[in-house]
Nanobody, 115 residues
């Protein structure tokens, strides 16, 4: 059974940083491309980033390129999202997912960017 558990969210001031984690189990994590998606209040799911199985190549949405970094630990089976220079538009529920659409995702972790 696939299990994805996000953590690391919280309240941060504009310009601040956060690192999100996604602990995984129930599948061969090292063999999966993994993604982060988010959902802002009143909006649909937004794809943010995807990393390949080995963790060597990543793709990013224009909205986060240069500010967010996705990486994965194939030993501990954890996916990360390092976020910097956060702004209020980044306020959302953040999910890790086994696909770019976020069809199979965890319960999410809330990120709120506010002064």
């Amino acid at each position: 059974q696939v299990r994805l558990v996000e953590s690391g969210g919280g309240l941060v001031q504009p310009g601040g940083s956060l690192r999100l984690s996604c602990a995984t189990s129930g599948f061969a994590f090292r063999n999966f491309r993994m993604s982060w998606v988010r959902q802002a209040p009143g909006k649909g799911l937004e794809w943010l980033a995807t990393i390949d199985r080995g963790g060597y190549n990543a793709a990013y949405a224009d909205s986060v390129k240069g500010r967010f970094t996705i990486f994965k630990d194939n030993v501990e089976n954890i996916l990360y999202l390092q976020m910097s220079n956060l702004n209020p538009e980044d306020t959302a529920l953040y999910y890790c997912a086994t696909d770019e659409r976020g069809d199979q995702r965890g319960q999410g972790t809330q990120v709120t960017v506010s002064s």
